[in-house]
Each structure stands twice: as C-alpha cells, then as structure tokens.
C-alpha cells in the first residue's frame, strides 16, 4: 500500500512536468519572408507596463502603441529619407486660426473609411472622449501633461476644479474636430502624433483591463493584437481595415520581450531576431567591428549630464563668502570643474556608443526658430554650445580651469594640487557603464587634489535621493518627449518634480543672486539679482506664453544661458540611440524619440 | 490516519497560517520603509499626477490603513489587488502566468533530481572507492558547492553563447532546458551524496548480510531490501529540495530571462510594485511552508517507525 502512494506521487509529479502545467507556447523563429507573407521578430525592451496609448510612458510603448493606433497625424520616413509629421487619420494637418484673445483653434477633418478592429467607425467623438480621458486626474497618467498646451487644461487640473471641467476640445460632427490650444505651439502636429493622443472608444476602456488582452484590446492602427504572451512575446498582425494598410508591407510582427542585453544578442547572432534595441556595454567594441552594416547609433533626444546640488557649499571652510557672493563663487567653480572633465575620453573609451561629447543642455537634434541646431546657436561663443568641447581644446580649458580655482581654493604648486577643496559624493545608479564615468571624474578631480568619493544606490532608491537633494554631486539624463527646446527647460523651474539641483528650493529660496532681461526681445521682464522664482520661473512662463516663435526661441536660449551659468548641469554626452538590425530588413526607420517603425518594412 | 496524525497536521496547519500572517505583515511595513515608491521615475510625475494616482491605489492613507484593508482583501475575497506598475493587470492574473512556467520548470527539475540522484548515488555506493565513485563525488561536490547564479552563467556562457547549442532566451523553443539543469544540479549532487552514505550504511546491516548468507541474488537484495531503506533520507530533503527550486528559481529565471514569478517577484521590488511584491511573497511562503508539511507526512508513509507528534 505503503509503496503504491509512493509511486503514485512520483507519477504525479512526472506527469504533471511533461504535462499538465506547461507554459501553453509553441515558439516560431522569426524573420520570414517566404509561404504565408513577410514577418519579422524584433525586441526593444521587456513586459511593457501598460499598452493603453493613454498610460504608457516608455519608449517601447510607445512603438507598440504607434503600431496598433492610428491618431490625426504619424510619423513617415520621406524618400529622401527624412523624417516628417504627415496626416494618419486626419485628411489634412491645417494651419490654426488665431483668435482674438491670442488663443489658436484647429479644425481637423477626419478621412473616411476609418475603423476600429471590430468594425466600428472611428469618430470626432472618440477622438473628444480620449484627449479628455488621457489628461484627466481620474486616469493621472504620467503624460497627461502633454495636453498642458490645449485650452481646459489648467481648469482641469486647478484646485478644486469642477469634476465637468474639460478640454477645448469639440467634435463638431462625425468626421469634424475642432480644438483650441492657449497660444500657438511650434510642435502640436508633433504631439498629433504622440500616443496620447491616439484615439480610445469610451465602451472599450470602460473594462479597466482591456489593454492587457488581446480579446478586449480594440484599435485602429496599422495593426491589431493578435496574441501577448506576458513577460515573453507580443505579435501584431496587419490591419487590413486601416485605412492606409495598402502601404503596409510588413504582416506580421512579434516583439519579444526581454531587458536582458546579452539575451538579446544572443538571439541576434543566431537569426532568431531581426532587431534588437540594446547591446552590452562591453561589446559594443567589438560588435561594431565585427557587425559595421549592422550596428546603427542614431541621434535621440537627450543628454547625459551630471547635476550638483545647488545647496551644498562647494567652497572651503575658510571662505567668507555669503548670499549671492557665495553662489556666484560656487557657479564658477563649478563651471571650471566642468572644463577639466575629459569628454572626449569619456565618449570615445568608456560609453563607446557613438555618443557626442556635449556642450550644452539642450540637447542636439532639437532645432532653432530657423531650423538650425538649437545647441549650435547656444553660448554665443566661436564654437558650438557653451564650452569647447574638441580634443584639441582639452589643455586650454584645463589651464583655465586651475586657474578659476586658484581664486578659491589654495594651489600647492610643487604638487600641482588643491590642498583646501571640500570633498564630495559622487551619487550614481547601480550599472557598470555609470561606475566607469563615475570613476573617470574621480580620477580627474583626484588629480587636482578634489577628492570625490563615489556612491551607487538602487535605482529606486537613487531616484528618491536625488530628488529629494540628498545627494552633493549625481548622475543624471534626460530625453526629451517632443522636439522643442521647452521639454529641457521647464524641467528647471522651482516647483517641478524634476528639479534635482534644488534650483531656489531650501537655503537657495531666498538667495538674490540672478539676473534676467529679456527687454531686448521686446518682453517686459527685467531682474536684477532676483531670487530664481522672480528669473527663472518668471522667463519660463512668459516661454510658455509668447505667440512670436522667433522671440519664443530667444527667450529659450536665455533659459539656458541661465542655467548653464549656475554650472549646476555638467553636460557630458548628447544621447544616442544603439541597436542591431539584420541587413535583410530594408524600409525600417526610427525616429528622434526612438520610436522605431517596422510596418514598412520588408525583408529580402 | 490515526488522530495523533490528525493533530498533528491540524497543529502544523494552525502554525503555518500565523506564519504566513507574520511573513505578510513584516514584508508589508519592510516594504514600505524603503526608500523609493511605485510611481518615480528618471522622468518626474508632477506633485498633483502623483497624488491623483495615490489616492486611486489608496497609498494616501495612514498606513496602518493600507495594511489592515490589504489583509482583510486577502482573507475575505483572496484578492491581491491590481498590479502598481503594469496597469490594468490583476497580481492574481500576473502571479499565475508566472507560476505555470515556474511550477513547469521547478518540477521537472525535482524530478531530474530524484531520478539521476538516486541512481547515481546508489552506483556510488555499489562501486565504493572504484575510479566510478571517485568521479560521481568530484563532480557532485563541485556541484553542491556552487551557487546557481554561477553554475546558471557558466551553462550560458557554454551552451548558449560559444556553443548555441540552446536559446539564451528561457521563452525561446529549448529555452526552459538550460534553466532546468541549473536548478537540477545542486539537489541532484546532493540527493547523489545522501543516497550514497545512507545506501553503504544500509548494505552494513545485519540484515543485508542475513539475506547474503541465506543466497539471495544480489540484484534482489538492492532492490527488494537496501534501495527502499536507503531512500528514506532522501525524502526528508524532498521539502528543503522544492523550497530550494522555487528560491534557485529568483536567480535561474533572472538569468535565463524566463517569465516565471522569480522573475515578477525580483522586478517587484526594483519597481517597488507593492502589491505584486506582496502578492508573490505570500505565495512563496505558502509554497514552501506546504511543501515542507508534504515533506513530514511522506516521511511518515516510507517510514512507519516515525510518528508525527
């Protein structure tokens, strides 16, 4: 008896591991272009948190939402092969109507044929429903504020405002949508075709999971879910409703999902994947060597900075300095410690990703009021940006530099080092590729007698840290979510969430020691030492305000002027965008966001 | 089953629920005093974003609050809450998605265990101090001592990337072969030792020498009498073998990019997705604190000198 419980566990047990519980997948490799049509296997990151166009707020997807909705204008690669905004489900992308109180209304036409995958007509409505939806304190999605440009919006979010509070935005007819932005906005058709304002039906998302399966996951893009494996892969099949699904060549596309680099080159090296959006630090080498065709470093958005917190005192002991005296002292300092860091070295030996030294904030590939590089025009000086940053001029701004500090601290000749400089802390990411830059700042500062010591903290808990201002010296990066300049500068104003220096927050609130006029530009803000509330903040909003685009420009490049002046943003590297593509895939292109685009593709 | 058992069972049963109260109340107040919360980002939500979206998960309030709401869920209605982080999903869909693929590896690699453990320590044991025994106990201590994060990236070093013999991906075809070996190794090499010693201390009985004297084959006195004796200690390690897997398993499923819950419950807590985090460790604990009373009472059934008290 006694033996035959005994055997019949273990047969339990055998039978439930060959049978029972397992996972439900039969795999396919991808990358096809034979038998039933074209098909491509692609990873960009893991499990997506959300795929609700409203609610997402990765990159990844967002190029999953861009494959499955369709809004009133998307993003298209021309023949020539540059990038450009063109209508999706609008018939046009009109010029606003400006009204009299300085507001501008757009009126959009909807194309006919438009549907959702269930067959339903996309509407005005739908449109009227889901703008209102993604930016409301209901859904409190972290890109609501990208509505912050529309009429409504600062009612909706006022204290105690009235729960019917809503956009200016009206869906005249079926096909008619007409909205009201507070003044003209450079980059709307670019948010046209951001997810948040790809369009949701009010019966779909009113089951809270609908995002998460494919049963419920109504859309009106190019493609429509077909399976989502979580935590493993997603396929989209093409669309056949859509209304541009003519110029769709690719019909099917599986997103595998994994965040583990090496996993991904792995699975790149053996065909299973077409592309793949990252690759460890420690090959990139190597991988470009040996993949030259197939290693693509693209422009993006962003720039690798290191932020110093503006509170903590950067002189030494003995100084005497106080209140604007003492910030301006610690501005250059830092602005000196900024010249003596290798960027060059940096880039070239430890990010090794293609990255460009950086001179500015702002980062490049965000444009001028003429449509030149914004960084190009920044500084006012002979060179682009606000330092030197060539190789040649390594020595220069190193001699300069020691000199700027020599006013502060004291210079031991014989050693060539600073005997009284405060020490300081180095707060960065757990990750091996911050460490390395990290350490490369150390050994520089050490070199001159500053002495840095480094501290790596969890991500989470990093994140608290530094935006709380406990930290002396941090890591930092930004992307922006739209090409204007605006998106790295109103980051900096007193109340924002994202003000890790502390800009006019604890001992630095009162400080008059800024400067701003901008009666130059025919705007009547003029400040002389003024606390950062009474300059910055006052610039940023009369930014936000300004109809004139050429004057709207040159306020934004007195922002940065500003910022840069405190030294309290070290601008290392601009971003790029790393990833391996197989050379069968052909029509593939992403964009300054790192949205990448496979409906066009084919594979040979 | 005699009532002593009966009671027994009950006991352990009674003790297993305060248990599992205790990991849930501990983890919960640990959890809430690192720093770090669901919602931060590189990129910050405003202050007015963030509040909306604590008072819709009900992180606003006090958090005794939180907690005694949180475990009135679980008792009344077995709910866990939805996910923090990936919108829209239940912990409960998350958790058993991943449990399918953990529980799929984690057994067939117990098994593996069993089966090649025995036979290897019962070959040992019937070679004792032969060349065969002396390679089964090099390789096996090699196993028990490696860590399975090491052992993990060695195999994928080897057999995925110079070899490309299996997918480094756990979710490609083949990819669950690699993360089963891992997690088989160690309880293999151990159960390889246990059933060697306890195999050669069960062939020096009196009563192994009886049957030789009195003729009985060979075959029959491994199989008829010293196997079934020898695996004894085995069983005791089936508990503490299961509570290694489902734990190998947060490092193995990390490595191999498999999505199991050790996956969700490691990508829990970096995101500090609270209720998944809760979710998971409650359901591990459950696992563990099960499998070991499965463990007690199959000692029990192999062994009727035992008695449960």
């Given at each position: 008896?006694?033996?035959?419980?005994?055997?019949?566990?273990?047969?339990?047990?055998?039978?439930?591991g060959?049978?029972?519980?397992?996972?439900?997948?039969?795999?396919?490799?991808?990358?096809?272009?034979?038998?039933?049509?074209?098909?491509?296997?692609?990873?960009?990151?893991?499990?997506?948190?959300?795929?609700?166009?409203?609610?997402?707020?990765?990159?990844?997807?967002?190029?999953?939402?861009?494959?499955?909705?369709?809004?009133?204008?998307?993003?298209?690669?021309?023949?020539?092969?540059?990038?450009?905004?063109?209508?999706?489900?609008?018939?046009?992308?009109?010029?606003?109507?400006?009204?009299?109180?300085?507001?501008?209304?757009?009126?959009?036409?909807?194309?006919?044929?438009?549907?959702?995958?269930?067959?339903?007509?996309?509407?005005?409505?739908?449109?009227?429903?889901?703008?209102?939806?993604?930016?409301?304190?209901?859904?409190?999605?972290?890109?609501?504020?990208?509505?912050?440009?529309?009429?409504?919006?600062?009612?909706?979010?006022?204290?105690?405002?009235?729960?019917?509070?809503?956009?200016?935005?009206?869906?005249?007819?079926?096909?008619?949508?007409?909205?009201?932005?507070?003044?003209?906005?450079?980059?709307?058709?670019?948010?046209?075709?951001?997810?948040?304002?790809?369009?949701?039906?009010?019966?779909?998302?009113?089951?809270?999971?609908?995002?998460?399966?494919?049963?419920?996951?109504?859309?009106?893009?190019?493609?429509?879910?077909?399976?989502?494996?979580?935590?493993?892969?997603?396929?989209?099949?093409?669309?056949?409703?859509?209304?541009?699904?003519?110029?769709?060549?690719?019909?099917?596309?599986?997103?595998?999902?994994?965040?583990?680099?090496?996993?991904?080159?792995?699975?790149?090296?053996?065909?299973?994947?077409?592309?793949?959006?990252?690759?460890?630090?420690?090959?990139?080498?190597?991988?470009?060597?040996?993949?030259?065709?197939?290693?693509?470093?693209?422009?993006?958005?962003?720039?690798?900075?290191?932020?110093?917190?503006?509170?903590?005192?950067?002189?030494?002991?003995?100084?005497?300095?106080?209140?604007?005296?003492?910030?301006?002292?610690?501005?250059?300092?830092?602005?000196?410690?900024?010249?003596?860091?290798?960027?060059?070295?940096?880039?070239?030996?430890?990010?090794?990703?293609?990255?460009?030294?950086?001179?500015?904030?702002?980062?490049?590939?965000?444009?001028?009021?003429?449509?030149?590089?914004?960084?190009?025009?920044?500084?006012?000086?002979?060179?682009?940006?606000?330092?030197?940053?060539?190789?040649?001029?390594?020595?220069?701004?190193?001699?300069?530099?020691?000199?700027?500090?020599?006013?502060?601290?004291?210079?031991?000749?014989?050693?060539?080092?600073?005997?009284?400089?405060?020490?300081?802390?180095?707060?960065?990411?757990?990750?091996?590729?911050?460490?390395?830059?990290?350490?490369?700042?150390?050994?520089?500062?050490?070199?001159?007698?500053?002495?840095?010591?480094?501290?790596?903290?969890?991500?989470?808990?990093?994140?608290?840290?530094?935006?709380?201002?406990?930290?002396?010296?941090?890591?930092?990066?930004?992307?922006?979510?739209?090409?204007?300049?605006?998106?790295?500068?109103?980051?900096?104003?007193?109340?924002?969430?994202?003000?890790?220096?502390?800009?006019?927050?604890?001992?630095?609130?009162?400080?008059?020691?800024?400067?701003?006029?901008?009666?130059?530009?025919?705007?009547?803000?003029?400040?002389?030492?003024?606390?950062?509330?009474?300059?910055?903040?006052?610039?940023?909003?009369?930014?936000?305000?300004?109809?004139?685009?050429?004057?709207?420009?040159?306020?934004?490049?007195?922002?940065?002027?500003?910022?840069?002046?405190?030294?309290?943003?070290?601008?290392?590297?601009?971003?790029?965008?790393?990833?391996?593509?197989?050379?069968?895939?052909?029509?593939?292109?992403?964009?300054?966001?790192?949205?990448?685009?496979?409906?066009?593709?084919?594979?040979? | 089953?005699?009532?002593?058992?009966?009671?027994?069972?009950?006991?352990?049963?009674?003790?297993?629920?305060?248990?599992?109260?205790?990991?849930?109340?501990?983890?919960?107040?640990?959890?809430?005093?690192?720093?770090?919360?669901?919602?931060?980002?590189?990129?910050?939500?405003?202050?007015?974003?963030?509040?909306?979206?604590?008072?819709?998960?009900?992180?606003?309030?006090?958090?005794?609050?939180?907690?005694?709401?949180?475990?009135?869920?679980?008792?009344?209605?077995?709910?866990?809450?939805?996910?923090?982080?990936?919108?829209?999903?239940?912990?409960?869909?998350?958790?058993?998605?991943?449990?399918?693929?953990?529980?799929y590896i984690g057994v067939i690699a117990a098994f593996l265990a069993?089966?090649?453990?025995?036979?290897?320590?019962?070959?040992?044991?019937?070679?004792?101090?032969?060349?065969?025994?002396?390679?089964?106990?090099?390789?096996?201590?090699?196993?028990?001592?490696?860590?399975?994060?090491?052992?993990?990236?060695?195999l994928?070093?080897?057999?995925?990337?110079?070899?490309?013999?299996?997918?480094?991906?756990g979710?490609?075809?083949n990819g669950l072969i690699l993360p089963i070996i891992t997690l088989s190794l160690?309880?293999?090499?151990?159960?390889?030792?246990?059933?060697?010693?306890?195999?050669?201390?069960?062939?020096?009985?009196?009563?192994?020498?009886?049957?030789?004297?009195?003729?009985?084959?060979?075959?029959?006195?491994?199989?008829?009498?010293?196997?079934?004796?020898?695996?004894?200690?085995?069983?005791?390690?089936?508990?503490?073998?299961?509570?290694?897997i489902?734990?190998?398993s947060?490092?193995v499923?990390?490595?191999f990019?498999v999505?199991?819950?050790?996956?969700?419950?490691?990508?829990?807590?970096?995101?500090?997705?609270?209720?998944?985090?809760?979710?998971?460790?409650?359901?591990?604990?459950?696992?563990?604190?099960?499998?070991?009373?499965?463990?007690?009472?199959?000692?029990?059934?192999?062994?009727?000198?035992?008695?449960?008290?």
């Amino acid at each position: 008896m006694k033996r035959k419980v005994f055997a019949a566990m273990l047969a339990g047990i055998m039978l439930a591991g060959t049978t029972g519980c397992g996972p439900a997948s039969a795999k396919k490799k991808g990358g096809s272009a034979s038998g039933d049509g074209q098909e491509i296997s692609v990873c960009l990151a893991s499990e997506p948190g959300t795929l609700d166009p409203a609610l997402n707020s990765s990159v990844d997807g967002a190029t999953l939402c861009a494959h499955m909705f369709a809004g009133l204008a998307k993003w298209e690669q021309s023949e020539s092969g540059a990038l450009e905004i063109v209508p999706d489900l609008a018939t046009e992308l009109p010029e606003g109507v400006e009204n009299d109180d300085g507001t501008v209304t757009y009126t959009y036409t909807l194309r006919d044929g438009a549907k959702w995958s269930d067959g339903k007509d996309v509407t005005a409505k739908d449109f009227e429903f889901a703008w209102n939806r993604a930016c409301s304190p209901e859904l409190a999605a972290d890109y609501g504020y990208m509505f912050e440009v529309v009429q409504g919006y600062n009612e909706m979010w006022a204290e105690n405002a009235p729960s019917d509070a809503k956009l200016s935005v009206t869906a005249k007819d079926d096909k008619t949508l007409e909205v009201t932005l507070y003044n003209k906005v450079s980059y709307w058709n670019e948010l046209l075709a951001f997810p948040s304002y790809f369009p949701v039906r009010e019966d779909v998302v009113s089951n809270d999971s609908w995002a998460t399966d494919p049963s419920t996951f109504i859309c009106n893009g190019a493609y429509t879910m077909d399976s989502w494996e979580h935590n493993s892969v997603i396929t989209l099949v093409k669309n056949d409703s859509y209304v541009d699904a003519e110029n769709v060549t690719m019909d099917a596309i599986n997103f595998y999902l994994s965040d583990d680099a090496n996993n991904m080159l792995t699975n790149y090296k053996n065909g299973s994947w077409q592309l793949i959006d990252d690759v460890p630090t420690n090959e990139i080498a190597s991988l470009k060597a040996s993949y030259p065709d197939n290693f693509v470093v693209a422009g993006q958005l962003g720039t690798y900075y290191i932020s110093w917190n503006n509170n903590y005192s950067l002189l030494p002991a003995s100084s005497s300095l106080t209140g604007a005296d003492k910030i301006k002292a610690e501005n250059e300092i830092r602005n000196a410690l900024a010249l003596i860091i290798d960027r060059n070295y940096i880039v070239d030996n430890i990010a090794q990703g293609g990255q460009i030294p950086a001179s500015s904030f702002v980062a490049m590939g965000l444009t001028d009021a003429d449509g030149s590089q914004f960084y190009e025009n920044a500084g006012d000086n002979s060179y682009p940006g606000y330092y030197d940053v060539s190789a040649d001029s390594y020595q220069k701004n190193w001699n300069s530099a020691i000199e700027t500090l020599k006013k502060y601290y004291t210079y031991d000749e014989a050693s060539g080092k600073f005997t009284d400089a405060p020490s300081m802390t180095y707060l960065y990411n757990t990750s091996d590729a911050h460490k390395a830059i990290a350490e490369n700042i150390q050994g520089v500062f050490a070199s001159i007698g500053i002495d840095m010591s480094l501290e790596n903290q969890e991500w989470a808990t990093f994140l608290e840290t530094r935006k709380s201002g406990d930290f002396t010296v941090a890591r930092n990066g930004w992307l922006a979510d739209y090409n204007d300049p605006i998106s790295f500068l109103d980051m900096w104003t007193t109340s924002s969430g994202n003000n890790d220096v502390q800009f006019g927050k604890g001992a630095n609130a009162s400080v008059a020691a800024y400067s701003i006029d901008c009666t130059d530009c025919g705007i009547d803000l003029k400040v002389t030492d003024g606390t950062w509330a009474e300059t910055y903040d006052a610039l940023i909003t009369q930014i936000k305000t300004c109809a004139d685009n050429d004057t709207r420009y040159k306020l934004m490049h007195k922002a940065e002027d500003m910022l840069m002046e405190t030294g309290c943003l070290t601008p290392l590297y601009y971003y790029t965008d790393l990833y391996m593509i197989d050379s069968n895939v052909k029509g593939f292109f992403s964009n300054p966001l790192g949205y990448k685009y496979f409906m066009y593709c084919t594979i040979e | 089953m005699s009532t002593k058992t009966l009671v027994y069972i009950l006991k352990r049963l009674l003790l297993a629920v305060i248990t599992v109260w205790l990991v849930i109340t501990v983890t919960f107040f640990v959890m809430h005093a690192v720093p770090g919360g669901p919602f931060v980002g590189e990129k910050a939500v405003s202050e007015s974003v963030r509040k909306a979206m604590e008072a819709k998960y009900g992180l606003d309030k006090p958090l005794f609050e939180q907690y005694v709401t949180y475990l009135s869920d679980i008792v009344t209605r077995f709910d866990f809450g939805p996910s923090l982080k990936q919108r829209g999903r239940q912990v409960m869909d998350i958790i058993s998605d991943g449990l399918q693929t953990s529980a799929y590896i984690g057994v067939i690699a117990a098994f593996l265990a069993l089966i090649i453990g025995v036979v290897l320590g019962a070959a040992a044991a019937l070679n004792r101090n032969k060349f065969a025994d002396r390679c089964i106990m090099v390789v096996t201590t090699a196993f028990v001592s490696m860590p399975s994060f090491i052992m993990g990236s060695l195999l994928l070093t080897i057999f995925a990337v110079k070899l490309e013999w299996f997918p480094a991906n756990g979710d490609a075809e083949n990819g669950l072969i690699l993360p089963i070996i891992t997690l088989s190794l160690y309880p293999m090499a151990y159960i390889t030792r246990l059933t060697r010693s306890s195999m050669l201390d069960v062939l020096g009985q009196d009563y192994i020498r009886t049957a030789k004297a009195k003729g009985v084959s060979k075959w029959k006195i491994i199989f008829g009498h010293a196997m079934k004796n020898s695996l004894i200690p085995v069983i005791t390690y089936f508990g503490p073998m299961l509570a290694y897997i489902v734990t190998g398993s947060l490092v193995v499923e990390q490595i191999f990019a498999v999505p199991g819950i050790g996956r969700a419950f490691v990508n829990s807590i970096t995101g500090r997705d609270y209720t998944l985090l809760m979710g998971t460790t409650i359901i591990l604990a459950v696992l563990i604190i099960v499998m070991n009373l499965l463990s007690d009472i199959m000692y029990k059934i192999v062994d009727p000198r035992i008695t449960l008290e």
